[in-house]
């Protein structure tokens, strides 16, 4: 099955935000991932969307990023600053619900 498969791999998902957050900013463990997984709606009526950002593209500098459908989009900003990366909301008028980190 796809768990014992991850497992067999080494390769593992930990939950870093559930939520809904519109607005503001949420921080999380900069930890030991290679890439995070970003799941969330482009509107609250909109299907989920996903985003993988791999941990090399992380920066200090706060680095622009959106999830968006057809119609619909929401902005946000993703930035570390020693042990926390940081995701600050931006325009539009989606949400981000989860953010995983996977090794």
Do not use: C, W
């Not at 500098?61 to 931006?90: H, P, W």
């Amino acid at each position: 099955n796809a768990a014992s498969a991850r497992t067999n791999l080494g390769i593992s998902a930990t939950s870093l935000y559930n939520g809904t957050l519109t607005s503001g900013s949420i921080t999380f463990n900069y930890g030991s991932y290679n890439f995070y997984i970003i799941i969330g709606k482009p509107n609250s009526s909109a299907s989920r969307v996903s985003l993988v950002v791999p941990k090399i593209l992380l920066t200090t500098s706060a680095t622009a990023y959106q999830i968006a459908d057809e119609s619909n989009y929401k902005s946000f900003n993703l930035s570390y600053s020693g042990s926390t990366v940081t995701l600050k909301m931006g325009n539009g008028n989606g949400q981000i619900n989860r953010v995983f980190g996977v090794n």
